[in-house]
């Protein structure tokens, strides 16, 4: 008789994979002061909300400095983002304008930075 237990447990396995990639998108971080992320924080996700001070837009990225009036941090959207943002970034992005980020925070040469993943994670609040 063939032994079914190492079908089962693959099966269970792909099962409870499939359920993690699920509940892992439905878990919303707990909105986060700017001032208050470190680099104690560096592979959590995290939501800001604050002002555009200033979005510079190159090739593939762009790259915001999002302030809450004291602390400012480094928002980075990369080119699958981009692209998915398509001419809706530039409306976004304005200086002054107040947006929520939903992502992770990284650590680039010592400076802490946000990093979206999807179109969703963006929200314009308020702004030109």
Known sequence: MENKFPALFF????IG???VYVSAGKIDPKTTDIGA????MVGSYAQITGY????KF????ISVKLSDG???IGVMIFSD???GL???AEEIFVTGSIISVRGLIDEYKGVIQIIPNRVSDIKKLAGK
Not at 11 to 14: E, G, N, Q
Not at 52 to 55: G, L, P, Q, R
Not at 58 to 61: L, V
């Open 11 to 14: 099966s269970l396995s792909v």
């Open 17 to 19: 994979l499939f359920l």
């Open 37 to 40: 992320i470190d680099s104690s």
């Open 52 to 55: 555009v001070e200033s979005a």
């Open 58 to 61: 190159t090739g593939n990225t």
């Open 70 to 72: 004291y602390t400012v």
């Open 81 to 83: 983002l981009k692209k």
């Open 86 to 88: 398509g001419s809706d």
